[in-house]
């Protein structure tokens, strides 16, 4: 068994892709020690010390397929809101107590640490090259810790279930930054067996708090759980006694990863009653406002791609395959080479050639090549952008002119549109609009926290990207199949 800090009881949750839900994309977390606790004013002053320094995702890069994978108002929230799961940076910790919420107040130098060590290196690139990135970034961590200090503020630290997973992460936290440093660090037997000896209802209060690891606790795997449970439990107390978690990055990833829990369980009760906050006459108005939106479109395509050609296909007969050179790989298009390519193709079907007919013989997509480029009716935003703008742009019959997308290049026809049906008569509409209303309305709640919080991240920071050859500060912890705790770096490049 392995104690992960994005792990959850569903499977399928990650981290930003947009998929998962609420309930659990920010449930993991854990809380300060009492000493924190008791120290910490009503404030928590993020740092003080150098206070000068400044500063939709698309599919994979393969040929096909074109259309955008599916995603929840649920993750599409969490990803307004949940800055580490958006752009891979770990979280932060919230010191609490039951005299009610902290305020947090970033200082230049936190946020300059938490870009250098947190925020992935390719990110960093990117926001250190963009103004508006970079306000971006300020604005999600600002969400991220103003939903959190309201969830505070209601009480959502003392749910015990919460309490658990806000104790788990912190542990976590402490254990990925003594591990950093201690790489083959261990506790005894005698360690082990002292801790669980002075903290009989530890072990059973954590699985009843973690329930995805309840069923790993099943016959003879309990004993060697609890003993591993025990070794993280001493390393956490170890980390605390050499001071860690007042190191810069540590101090912040708790932060941001109990923020991140907060956040999570607030904005998951919103989600379970959202529904009622979606009339069937706001859905008959959307979409008498917007009737184009629910269009749908019928098209064939010829792809010339970009990207890397898969390999030959293996000779069938091994006999014969011993006395035959080996296949060439498939040469990789330039753009300029794909762009000629394609602007041919385009002047033939100008000139009245067959389009299906010239899709098979020369598209590059998998998918629809043998089809005649053929896709059937889809809505809009199931594309990536520029071929949906294309696609729907177009008239019965009319022809595309190049279309450049991360793929290559494509040459589309538009075969027929249809108008969506109305959602009084179609519960697929129906339930898009109110999807939509729904995510409209939490977003802006949302963003009605956080102008009206006095949490502060200041956007005058250093956002000079952190040299590539350094190596990535912030861990998590991994599953693997042989259930060990174990710490695992997490690459800065993704």
Known sequence: MTLNTNDSEDPNQVEASGEQGASEAGKQVEAPDEQEASEA???????????????KPQPPAK???????KSGVSGKVIAAVALVLAIGVG???????SSGARTVKLTPHDMQVIFQELVPAQKQQQIAS???E????????????????VAEQEGYAEHPDIKSQLSFQQDMDLNNAYRKKNADAKASDDEVNAYNQAHPKDFDDFLQGNPRFQQQAQGPQREELKKQYGEFKVI??????????RDDTTRLQMILDRSQVLAGAYLSELQKNADKLVSDAEVEQYYNDHPTDFDEVHVRHILISTQPKEDAEPEADAKDAKDKKPAEKPKTLTKDEARKKAQELLDRVRKGEDFAKLAKENSDDPGSKDKGGE???????????????AAFALKPGEVSDLVETQFGFHIIKLEEKRTGANPSTDQKVHQQIVDKLKQEKLEARITEISDKSDVVVPENFDATPKVASQPQTSSLRSRDRAGSFRTVPRPRSA
């Not at 956490?236 to 978690?245: I, L, N, P, Q, S």
């Open 41 to 55: 004013g009503n404030q928590v002053e993020a740092s003080d010390s150098k206070e000068e320094p400044e500063a």
């Open 63 to 69: 040929p096909m397929p074109l259309a955008k994978s």
């Open 134 to 149: 970079k306000k971006k970034l300020v604005g999600e961590i600002k969400k991220l810790l103003a939903v959190a200090q």
């Open 236 to 245: 956490a107390e170890r980390a605390r006694k050499e001071g860690m978690d």
């Open 130 to 132: 963009d103004p508006e």
């Open 375 to 389: 896709y059937d009716f889809f809505g809009r935003g199931k594309m990536v952008a520029e071929f949906d703008k």
């Open 91 to 97: 979280g932060l910790i919230l010191q609490s107590s």
